[in-house]
């Protein structure tokens, strides 16, 4: 079993920065890829960003690349997103996932999850 928390959500204005925290407990961390994946009203989950066990395999979608980054600790337990110029269409529930199969952008792939937090963006 592996329980998954994130933290760091909240109100921010365009152009603004925030950091997701994603704290672990169960199974070994660093054994697990992971990923960010996030949801807006009415829309899919869809992939932010992911990281394998290693941290030397990540893949950022397009419409975050370049303003997101993707960082995990091993030692700690802890993965991270970084999320700078923030814009309205950022605004969603952000989740983080862990998966021990092999690394993917869908969702289905990953076992557990966490809550969520909330990002909301303010133009």
């Known amino acids: 079993q592996v329980r998954l928390a994130e933290s760091g959500g909240g109100l921010v204005q365009a152009g603004g920065s925030l950091t997701l925290s994603c704290s672990t407990s169960?199974?070994?961390?660093?054994?697990?890829?992971m990923a960010w994946f996030r949801q807006a009203p009415g829309k899919e989950r869809d992939i932010v960003a992911r990281?394998?066990?290693?941290?030397?395999?990540?893949y950022y979608a397009d419409s975050v690349k370049g303003r997101f980054t993707i960082s995990r600790d091993n030692a700690s337990s802890t993965m991270s997103l970084q999320m700078y110029n923030l814009k309205p269409e950022d605004t969603a529930i952000y989740f983080c996932?862990?998966?021990?199969?092999?690394?993917?952008?869908?969702?289905?792939?990953?076992?557990?999850w966490g809550q969520g937090t909330q990002v909301f963006v303010s133009s």
């Open positions: 990281i394998n066990w290693s941290g030397n395999e990540i």
């Open positions: 996932a862990a998966t021990s199969r092999f690394i993917s952008s869908s969702s289905t792939s990953y076992t557990y």
């Open positions: 169960g199974r070994i961390f660093s054994s697990f890829n």
